[in-house]
Each structure stands twice: as structure tokens, then as C-alpha cells.
């Protein structure tokens, strides 16, 4: 959970690279729906799923700094 954080500072780079990696899984998620009986993929669930993992990180960023 402290992925966002280098040397105890906040990190950009960490947090983008985190998000980045949320939507590749979201992406590679949907691919492979595409391949499931009666399943579809979809560019708006890549989004959802992307929004989701942003929010919940900022939800964290949140709880973590009202401890300092």
C-alpha cells in the first residue's frame, strides 16, 4: 500500500506507473472477454476500471495523510 511512496514523500512517477499497470490489467481484462461465451469487451469498462483504481488510490493518499 506505501507503493506510492519513495523515501516516505509521495512519488507521481509510482503513482502513474501503479495507474498504468491498473489499466493494462483493465485492458487485457476486457480482451479476454472477448473470448468468453456470452461476454463482450468494452472500452468504457477499461474506463470504469481505470477511474476505479484512481479514485481507491486517492482514497488512500486521504487516510494516509490525515495519520501524519
Partial sequence: ???FFNHG???WGLFLYSEG???LYAMSDEF???FV???SGSFV???IDSFGA???A???LLIISKQD
Fill in 32 to 34: 479476454h472477454q472477448l
Fill in 45 to 47: 469498462d477499461v474506463g
Fill in 54 to 56: 484512481a479514485i481507491g
Fill in 9 to 11: 514523500k509521495f512519488s
Fill in 21 to 23: 499497470v491498473c489499466i
Fill in 58 to 60: 486517492f482514497i488512500f
Fill in 37 to 39: 461465451p456470452g461476454r
Fill in 1 to 3: 500500500a506505501y507503493f
